[in-house]
């Protein structure tokens, strides 16, 4: 088995930064590392030069629209036949809806197989029950993403396969330590003071990571004479509106606004707990694994995927969602309590070494890919 090298087609709406476009990223350095050939195919976007950097190849098929039935995708199939066709492209990987749509088409027509990857939770509607379009096989980014696709969307057990997302862990960590050695200088360069105690957020700022409960959670800490920071590090809708929070609470000196950056380990450099307080379901969250490899405490909301990657008080900490009294409690625990803090650091960073490595997603992802090649 390990011996067949395969030509894999990856399609992806854009490389911008952002969850899809770094596990894409991730799977395809894995994959190549294991001797096969990867191609993304994608509209192109800020990370492009990282995927060339690494000696990825890159195509370019912009296809913003999220409508299915736009003449556009019909287009598209037309295109997309052709290139499987001339690369001679063995499995057809796609991550996104519409890709996934015109490269059902296209699987039928070439009998190239096709495999999806679920990198979330997603309403089944009309367009989903006509045209699901998953492929041989589906990929589910964690075994809550795997229990929606099947009591939710009706897919079968054995059509659906978990394979959790990888981190590049020599990469991240040779980052993240480089940055730790000039950590006092990045939080004075951030404004931040040099013995505070920093709680950490990186996300788009919208409403569901739940940036609003942080604020009121640090709110309830300062209030009571606790000497912490926060960095919320991204962007998004709701920024004007959670900066005029803080402003309201008087905490311009305490949360400072960074924005997004594809050198995250210098932030997590200086945070001292991770928090994502997430108000809905979410599939999977990068930034818990990445903390865990590196390191950084974790807190998270009891909802979604994370209660899958966190065993509570073991490797992390758990907190009712949108409850800004429950976060501030576990944020206060990991200030006072360095015992726990050390044990829950040393057993999440053996977690994520076992589960998250970029090694293990290349390698459950090609035995996913020999089983619908072989099929």
């Known amino acids: 088995m390990g011996t067949y090298f395969m030509k894999v087609l990856q399609l992806t709406k854009h490389l911008n930064v952002g969850g899809i476009t770094s596990q894409v990223f991730t799977l395809a350095k894995g ?7 990867v191609i993304i195919l994608s509209g192109g976007g800020s990370e492009e030069k990282q995927f060339k950097d690494a000696e990825i190849r ?3 098929y912009a296809l913003p629209l999220k409508a299915i039935l736009h003449p556009d995708c019909f287009k598209a199939i037309r295109f997309l036949k052709e290139l499987v066709r001339t690369e001679k492209i063995d499995v057809i990987h796609a991550h996104t809806r519409v ?45 809550h993403v795997k229990h929606d ?16 997302n990888g981190i590049d862990t020599q990469a991240l960590d040779s980052a993240y330590q480089k940055a730790y050695q000039k950590r006092e200088e990045i939080k004075k360069e951030h404004g931040l003071k040099t013995n505070s105690f920093v709680v950490g957020m990186t996300s788009r700022m919208v409403e569901v990571k739940g940036h609003a409960v942080t604020i009121s959670a640090m709110h309830d800490l ?34 400072h606004f960074i924005p997004p950056t594809p050198d995250i380990a210098q932030f997590y450099a200086i945070m001292d707990v991770l928090v994502t307080p997430v108000l809905y379901e979410e599939g999977f969250g990068m930034v818990v694994p990445e903390a865990m490899s590196l390191g950084v405490p974790v807190i998270a909301s009891k909802r979604g995927a994370f209660v899958d990657l966190i065993i509570n008080g073991q490797d992390g900490l758990l907190v009712e969602s949108d409850d800004y009294i429950d976060l501030a409690l576990g944020i206060k625990t990991l200030m006072k309590n360095e015992k726990l803090r050390k044990t829950m650091v040393k057993n999440a960073r053996q977690k994520a070494a076992d589960r998250y490595s970029m090694e293990r997603m290349a390698e459950q992802t090609e035995k996913v890919y020999f089983s619908v090649v072989k099929s």
């Open 31 to 37: 994959l190549q590392a294991r001797s096969h050939e």
């Open 58 to 60: 890159c195509l370019t």
């Open 99 to 143: 890709w996934q749509f015109v490269a059902s088409f296209v699987s039928k027509s070439t009998r190239v197989p096709l495999v999806t990857t679920a990198h979330g939770i997603y309403q089944y509607n009309l367009g989903r029950k006509l045209f699901p379009a998953r492929g041989h096989k589906t990929i589910a980014i964690s075994d």
């Open 149 to 164: 696709l099947m009591v939710t969307h009706g897919c079968l057990d054995e059509n659906v396969i978990t394979v959790w």
């Open 222 to 255: 300062i209030s009571n004479q606790s000497p912490v920071e926060a960095v919320l590090v991204g962007d998004g809708p709701l920024k004007n509106e959670l900066q005029s929070q803080v402003k309201r609470l008087g905490l311009e000196k305490s949360i």
